[in-house]
């Protein structure tokens, strides 16, 4: 343990890995609040392999894979709601489209770009331990973005979420902040590929928040345990990669099922004994 | 009487499936109204076209409230709460506060004014104490008291309820229509219910509805031919006495 504290002083990369883990956790445990409660679980999990498209064109055209990823993440998110709210047809067909058409895109595009195939893995599993400076700083404006979003439209989300027919009787304009969800699922979807990368995105949005929901009573609590528990996780998970020398991605992963699954008995038990 | 709300030749229907049709009907200050009709048969509807949920096919609604508020104060909505997301972390405080939320409602706290109406809303269908606890913890009576609360904030003129009593048990079911009765004194109440049941003691006007609407007045008619007007004669009606 302590060898990992004095590492991380003298590290650049640890440190960067670590601010990358605790940007990840204001957005994933934001964002990840209102997938759970809003059960949207699997547009993330859509969004998330779409984004495989958008890295596949930037590596092709030899721009910053987040930037295509980002614009892959946003137009996905766009299409998801169009589908739902226009054409009023149920998102699983659209989002399964959009999960595969953007791994071929990603996958024909990487092939003909020579010598990218070793980077593509990275996107695929995620390495937090090889963030740049410039990543963080992308990470940095995404999340102000984020915490900008919840604070500002913090009632209207939650009130959408929970009764969307009453939301609309007040005059919130319940599409608007439908769309808005879903860009902040895609933002943070673009933070998280970086992490844990695109595969295992979808656990890091919901376990948490899931576990923050059995302690919570209000969705504000549940945003605040929801960040704690990421940040915890993704520490806890480079720690072990680094101690143990394993993929950061992976471990992360592990750590944030084994809790969740730990936590799910101790509550059976607790309503067992009740 | 002034007359609030006028439905004037009203039709509307889901796709192919007409579920009103060619409806008139006046609500009057401080009407106290029976929607009666069997399940389907458009009572949800009529509500929600009435708040803006629904728009008609055909007709039109007019409303010509009082004051100078604009239209979603003066409507207190009370829908059944099938229609919510169950398990929703939310507390009953902030149920009741989506009563003064509206387009500009930014942040996540209220102000001093919006915290006022709240408290007094919640203390005048008395569920100030359960202000922190979770709206999924509650039962079906205080949910329905909590969602009065809720359409009581703005201070409406008219109250829309969907089966208040649906999931309740028969002495909240009481409590609620007592509650109903006091707060007509100030306010006009529309109710919907799948069966006359206690409200014909309340209520001043019937309508019944079932793809179409015919309205009395309570004491111009017997409840036999209220409800052969709503469920068309399809249903058996037995006068007994029990004996018990």
Not at chain 1, 202 to 222: C, D, Y
Not at chain 2, 57 to 64: A, L, P, Q
Not at chain 2, 177 to 197: Q, W
């Amino acid at each position: 343990m302590s060898d990992f504290i004095t590492n991380i002083f003298e590290q650049q990369f640890l440190q960067n890995a670590i601010i990358a883990g605790l940007l990840s956790s204001i957005a994933c445990g934001m964002t990840g609040t209102f997938v759970v409660v809003k059960r949207i679980s699997y547009v993330g999990g859509g969004i998330a392999h779409a984004v495989m498209g958008g890295i596949g064109a930037a590596f092709y055209w030899n721009i910053n894979p987040l930037y295509g990823a980002l614009i892959f993440a946003v137009i996905s998110g766009l299409l998801i709601g169009l589908v739902r709210l226009k054409l009023k047809e149920n998102e699983d067909t659209i989002i399964s489209a959009l999960w595969s058409i953007g791994m071929a895109i990603g996958i024909i595009l990487a092939y003909l770009t020579p010598g990218y195939n070793v980077d593509l893995i990275t996107f695929l599993f995620g390495n937090i331990l090889l963030v740049d400076s410039q990543s963080i700083l992308i990470l940095l404006v995404v999340d102000v973005v984020i915490i900008s979003f919840t604070f500002i439209f913090f009632r209207q989300i939650i009130y959408t979420s929970f009764d969307k027919e009453y939301a609309f009787v007040r005059g919130i304009k319940v599409d608007i902040i439908y769309y808005l969800m879903l860009i902040m699922v895609a933002l943070t979807v673009v933070i998280l590929v970086q992490t844990v990368g695109l595969i295992l995105v979808i656990s890091l949005l919901t376990l948490p928040s899931a576990i923050a929901r059995i302690f919570s009573n209000s969705v504000l609590k549940m945003i605040i345990v929801s960040v704690l528990l990421v940040s915890v996780f993704i520490i806890s998970g480079i720690y072990f990669s680094f101690s143990f020398n394993i993929p950061a991605g992976a471990t992360i992963i592990l750590v944030a099922g084994m809790v969740y699954f730990l936590t799910l008995l101790a509550s059976y038990f607790r309503i067992l004994s009740k | 009487m002034k007359q609030l709300i006028k439905i004037d030749n009203l039709s509307f229907s889901y796709g192919k499936s007409t579920v009103l049709e060619n409806i008139n009907f006046v609500v009057e200050e401080k009407d106290y109204i029976g929607l009666i009709g069997p399940n389907g048969g458009g009572k949800t509807t009529i509500l929600k076209l009435i708040v803006g949920l629904l728009k008609p096919n055909h007709g039109t609604i007019e409303m010509n409230f009082n004051g100078s508020k604009n239209g979603q104060n003066n409507i207190g909505y009370i829908p059944q709460f099938g229609s919510m997301e169950a398990n929703f972390p939310i507390k009953v405080k902030d149920v009741v506060a989506m009563g003064v939320c509206h387009s500009a409602s930014f942040m996540p706290w209220f102000n001093k004014k919006e915290n006022i109406k709240i408290e007094k809303s919640m203390e005048d269908v008395s569920i100030s104490d359960l202000s922190e606890v979770s709206f999924n913890e509650l039962s079906g009576g205080q949910k329905q008291r909590v969602l009065i609360a809720r359409a009581l904030v703005s201070d409406p003129e008219i109250l829309l309820l969907d089966e208040p009593t649906s999931s309740v048990d028969s002495s909240s079911e009481l409590d609620i229509y007592e509650l109903l009765k006091n707060l007509n004194n100030e306010k006009t109440i529309i109710l919907a219910s799948h069966d006359l049941g206690f409200i014909s003691s309340y209520i001043n006007k019937v309508a019944c509805v079932n793809k179409n609407l015919v309205a009395h007045k309570i004491g111009d008619v017997s409840s036999e031919t209220i409800i052969k007007d709503a469920y068309k004669n399809s249903v058996n009606m037995i006068n007994h006495k029990c004996g018990l």
